[in-house]
């Protein structure tokens, strides 16, 4: 299959290049994590993928999180898939470790590891296992520590599908003021309370849309860009959307988000990780079968998706497709 | 209190003006339903209060949802409502009734006589109390004889947050479908479903912002227009919200709308229709108690929503409230 | 089919007999309503049915609970079911009218009406349409204004699949210590906050389960009877429950329970109301239609249910059913 | 304080002994983790708690489950525990090891090492990090993969408060019929679903309630026994509980219960195992400080907790506590 090349250039696209003190804009995508034939950690699939990823001008890579099966990894993996993704990521890119446990001393470790393996920054979820019992001080609390722990700057990871924990939009006003916290991902789609947190936050603090099903209006109501999964499987459309939400150009914008959005559905709520890889199969990345208890797409589903994606636009309409 | 007057002239704020097959667009007041002392419904006071949003030039009127504690009315009472609301209502601009009820037959009688009151188009929950054992199938055959029992134009309401029922994506989409269905009031701010529906809809099915929390972002995300319990508040800082969307003015919409969330959050979330009228009471409108099970605000209570409503600049600093 | 019938004198099960002053006790059923081709109140197949319960032995009915349809009927028909229900139901046996409405003042006047209609005690879902803004100082002044208004017996009743509002322990204790509130019905599973409420209120508090899914484990947990959808269909084994529960002879209890929880599944959970009349259909008895947007069983889940009865030894092995 | 002892052969208590092919019956504790000051696992805290709750007859042990804090501790830690565990717990007592992790691989890992350290059984949440994407039959191949990996007896443990995930009657059942799965821990409370259970599968399969909130309602639905955190502070009422209902006084049962139901409450819904750890430290066990981001009792939570652990008669009136 040919597939457009782009240059490094692509940077230009608006976005504010990564350096000290700036948090993260601009397109990220939360990178899938391949493995071998024997379940084990592929450095090779993840090197070639993020090559691609990189040439089409993504402004960085969130490693490790809930579409890199981050959950599913022992700590040893974590780090292999951590050091792969550093070396292939230049230094101008952001690469921002999912480092989220159920515990504050765990969490600490996790992000001095991660940095360790050259992380930019981590990306925190909070510790919702016992979200009954724990209060909003004692979330405070975990996010202070770990921020002065790790030593690096530290994202908030709401993502209330997963964790059955919504973070309240005076909590995250609470977080965003912690020294080092320098942004959220939120998965929630709750543009009222993103809208809420980008007034009341700094205006450096970074609101990033957690999915591109409500990447425009995100971006419509101030955020600073988005991690998005779909970014994986279509970079350079995600990064026009922001191109055209960054001109004014709202109707375009719209109307290509639009176009997305099935492709979104399908590799996010529909069928989570075993739908991202299995479109980068179908687009001749390296996607692979996800690990158990994720389970492969069947023939069908197989099927389905690679209509929902020449339907986008993102197969040409004869090819073949593996 | 001195307040700005605005002629009718307001209308030209860019949406379509009310027709014979144009579906609602702009920004819609859900009004209060104001009580005397005694507990029946005050048509004076619901007159008075029209007067006020007519002349800032909303767009058209939700009567008998839930901000005008719709649930809480006689059939009797609903009926008083409808009469005296259109005939304070110009026929230029719309007055949709909200007439949900459990059964099918019971809907459809709700919106005859709706219609018979004078109202333009029914906004109609779906049947939720056997949301359980309720097929999608059963939603689309019981819309469909609710439009075409009623003979008028219906929009769709889905309020999980009252309902519990969160109407997926694509039996909205089936919904938009059945002749005379011409929008849906959506409160779930689930921004990512309204782009989809906005999409896979007609383009001239009206998609409507349920609450100001989300308006900014769904205007970008291809809403029609919104039904802003907040335009009974503050209704030209909304209108001025959907210009400046219209216009492309972002910025200047995200910062507006950003001011007015507080006030947002303690008229819908925070207090509901108690707080909507003790927020009335202090503008000088016509509120009063609303109906128990509900509460009128506490001295606290008041004093708080008097505050918030000063720093959004709705209340001169040194004002003197009642 | 042939059905074996029973005297009054099944009421010496062991509940108390319906006195002044005496809370309910034993076993209820939550009557269907059935209609006529036309969508009309069929009086006659109601009074039927009740004939057939009533010669059982059942302690007392519900009357316009959820499995009777009540959220779907007008206040006129509501008024027909009542008087036409008290023409059939003895005076010693107990007949409990659900009223629950979204306002204060509607819920005393329905059940004041139903007072009129003959009603022995109302049974009264909390107000729950508004229930994110409703504390709990307001469901206690609303119980309290419906318990004096109504001038007969309240019992509350909680019902959180359907209502969303899963009312707390210690809430239902407060409202167990008003006047007049002699009960609940909660079908809420809790057992927990059942063998609380058991504890805290006064023992003459009438604890009754709410589904005969778990009404053994809440007769050991200290109910005091239970108003079961399955008592429509078997009475008799339902009686049975009871008395090898108050007999301590909890295996036998088990056994049966176990038996017919299928049954229970398909009448509840899966269909609803329209499994129930469903299943009296198929056991000779009058269910019918139920009202959109509730609808009939297909052919197909009528075969399956029919199945289910015949497994629980509901229906003879060989027998023809209509 | 003084407190009574108990001599092994409280083990007469009418549960089956541990023994190979008989699944685990009777009272079990979930056990706390103490930590020392500095945060590290405190060995002897444990050996002493477990003399003292071996000595009072209990029938086995959970370790590392959710009131154990498990999710907060590295895997390295988790093996010290089980080992200490192991060396206090003699061989006619059982040991069962929490092992949830988010992958098969990392749980069969866990269950290994677990059993390596002389665990009899372990007791494995569902995958839930992915529950909106997982299927039934994943959940199945995963449990599948785990009891044949593990090489021991395993128990399915539903604690869908903490996991945000409910398994359904049916996926119970299905688990109940793989080899080597011969239990489940339900903290649901939902006894309806239990009773379904307990008739479905093989009557060998155990069936432990998970709160003594509901322990006596689900022995009568035909639980095999329990997990109870109330087990930790009061083992001799557990086990009288047990006894009680197995000599069929089910007055006797629910009158102790009831008067239990406070201290439960506080140590699991409200506190969580802040709430358990004082009332070890009140009771003069070996509770200390939870791991962050718990977090422990205020002063004011411990005075309540005292007087709660006073009114139920854990503690002598005039008791002077620490």
């Given at each position: 299959m040919s597939r457009r090349r782009y240059t490094a250039d692509r940077m230009d696209t608006g976005a504010r290049a990564k350096s000290v003190g700036s948090p993260p804009e601009g397109v990220f995508s939360p990178i899938p994590t391949p493995f071998d034939?024997?379940?084990?950690?592929d450095c090779d699939g993840l090197t070639r993928n993020l090559g691609h990823w990189i040439a089409a001008g993504l402004h960085g890579f969130v490693v490790l999180g809930s579409a890199g099966e981050g959950?599913?990894?022992?700590e040893e993996e974590s780090m292999t898939v951590l050091r792969a993704a550093r070396a292939a990521i230049p230094e101008d890119r952001w690469m921002i470790a999912g480092v989220g446990r159920h515990s504050t001393a765990l969490t600490v470790a996790a992000a001095r590891a991660a940095k360790k393996a050259g992380a930019d920054a981590a990306l925190v979820l909070p510790p919702y296992y016992y979200r009954r019992v724990t209060s909003e001080d004692a979330l405070v609390a975990h996010y202070r520590a770990v921020v002065e722990g790790a030593g690096m700057p530290l994202l908030v990871y709401n993502m209330p599908a997963y964790t059955g924990l919504d973070l309240a939009p005076s909590a995250i006003v609470r977080l965003a003021?912690?020294?080092?916290?320098?942004g959220i991902k939120d998965s929630s789609g709750d543009l009222g309370k993103l809208a809420f947190v980008r007034r009341e936050a700094s205006p450096s603090f970074s609101v990033l849309a957690?999915?591109?099903?409500f990447f425009v209006p995100a971006l419509a109501a101030g955020a600073s860009g988005g991690v998005l999964a779909l970014a994986n499987i279509a970079p350079e459309s995600c990064l026009r959307l922001w191109s055209l939400a960054r001109d004014g150009a709202w109707d375009d914008a719209r109307e290509l988000q639009g176009r997305l959005i099935p492709v979104n559905e399908a590799i996010t709520r529909r069928w989570g990780p075993s739908g991202l890889k299995a479109a980068l199969d179908v687009l001749g990345l390296t996607g692979g079968a996800p690990r158990p208890p994720l389970e492969s797409l069947s023939e069908g589903g197989r099927g389905e998706l690679t209509t929902v994606l020449r339907r986008a636009g993102?197969?040409?309409?004869s090819e073949e497709v593996r």
């Open positions: 034939a024997d379940g084990s950690v959950p599913l990894l022992s003021r912690l020294e080092g916290v320098v957690g999915s591109a099903g993102l197969l040409p309409a």
